[in-house]
């Protein structure tokens, strides 16, 4: 294997067995690109996973796993398929069009490589990738917090559960609901609402812990964390934590029926994944233990030892 790093703009990934053609493609795109290239299919799937880049091109003729095949592959795999594929080819008939676009790229380049061409139908889909980034980007916060958002929150705990089942750590989640929330609402307007979950959200995220925990906005007054491996007694820790920086935040609600200040209560549950226990299930135990806290009269947390 042979990688090369070039460039700011973007990066590039060359799988062709042809040493010619990916020096070729690495001069005519460095300029402006990262480039790494590989001449062997396997280790250009070892290296699309572990490096991400922005696009890949890949020969569709190839000793052992042809391009179509490991097209294929990468489209189904969670960590690629969503990075667009440029086929390589000195075949370029409407039946290997088909079978290429079927198998899930975007675009075809055709041998004798042409500079130019290169050059545009790379800046193209680059273009375009980078569009299809930012908007994936919007999605993932919530517009009013700032937080990462109920649909990246249900992305990163499949992924941790997924990735803590093969290496049997434990997994922690919290939910979090701010207390009268209704009331605080009915008495000082949805503008002083939305600036209580903002302030909240701030609070939160201020809470110190590690670079893969995760914070975010479930939904209405409810935020959710998750804690990758973290066991049972850390979680009694980092769940007091995030219920006492809202206590010390000293938002005022004279309204409250538990204090003249805002409030939370929290729910939280660690397990050590499996294969049968899904995301839902989880969140289903978490909510369970949230909703006890809230019968126990609001302002304390409920947590659910290895759950599963």
Aim: overall charge negative.
């Amino acid at each position: 294997m042979n990688v090369r790093t070039v460039g700011t703009m973007g990066k590039i990934l060359v799988i062709d067995d042809d040493l010619i053609i990916t020096d070729m493609l690495k001069m005519i795109l460095e300029e402006n690109h990262t480039v790494l290239c590989t001449h062997d299919a396997i280790d250009g799937l070892s290296l699309a996973r572990a490096e991400q880049p922005d696009l890949i091109l890949l020969d569709v003729s190839m000793p052992g796993v042809d391009g179509y095949e490991l097209c294929r592959i990468l489209k189904t795999d969670q960590e690629t398929k969503n990075t667009p594929i440029i086929f390589i080819t000195a075949n370029a008939s409407p039946e290997d069009e088909t079978e290429g676009l079927e198998a899930g790229a975007v675009d075809y380049i055709t041998k004798p490589i042409n500079p130019s061409i290169v050059k545009i139908r790379v800046g193209i889909h680059m273009e375009l990738k980078k569009q299809r980034d930012s908007i994936d980007e919007l999605s993932t916060l919530d517009p009013l917090t700032g937080l990462f958002s109920r649909r990246w929150f249900d992305h990163f705990l499949d992924q941790e559960l997924r990735r803590n089942t093969r290496t049997r750590t434990p997994v922690s989640v919290i939910l979090i609901d701010i207390d009268n929330f209704k009331t605080y609402n009915d008495n000082y307007g949805h503008i002083a609402g939305d600036e209580c979950l903002r302030l909240v959200a701030k609070k939160l995220q201020e809470v110190p812990r590690r670079g893969g925990d995760l914070v975010a906005r479930y939904g209405g007054e409810v935020f959710a964390v998750i804690l990758p491996n973290t066991p049972y007694e850390s979680l009694l820790f980092m769940t007091e934590k995030f219920r006492l920086a809202i206590n010390k935040a000293g938002i005022s609600h004279p309204f409250s029926d538990v204090s003249n200040s805002v409030t939370v209560s929290a729910g939280a549950a660690t397990v050590i994944p499996n294969n049968l226990l899904s995301p839902d299930a989880l969140v289903q135990e978490v909510e369970e233990m949230l909703y006890e806290a809230k019968r126990k009269g609001r302002n304390r947390a409920c947590i659910r030892e290895n759950y599963g």
